[in-house]
């Protein structure tokens, strides 16, 4: 990942958030905090692993499932 270089050749789709992620640690000096780089982290893995987009998923369903029970229609497109 941190070549830049994704499957095809071309720029991986994480490595904006990589490159923004390597370059706020870079920043960082003896008086930041700690937590400085948070968001930058949680980007980067979510764009690896995309727990919130799974959970969010996974809501999504749940009400589906909730309003069909319900007899109520479920249009995400209305």
């Known amino acids: 990942m941190s070549s830049g270089i994704g499957v095809k050749g071309t720029i991986g789709r994480c490595y904006p958030f990589y490159a ?8 960082k000096d003896v008086d930041s905090p700690t937590a400085m780089c948070w968001q930058e ?4 893995f ?3 692993h995309g727990f919130k987009e799974k959970k969010r998923i996974m809501q999504v369903a749940a ?5 069909e029970k319900l007899g109520e229609s479920f ?3 209305k």
Do not use: H, T
């Not at 923004?20 to 920043?27: A, E, N, S």
């Not at 982290?41 to 980067?44: K, L, P, R, V």
């Not at 009400?63 to 309003?67: A, G, M, N, S, T």
């Open 20 to 27: 923004d992620l390597r370059k706020c640690v870079g920043k």
């Open 41 to 44: 982290n949680e980007d980067y």
């Open 46 to 48: 979510e764009c690896l």
């Open 63 to 67: 009400e589906r499932k909730r309003r």
């Open 75 to 77: 249009e995400i497109d």
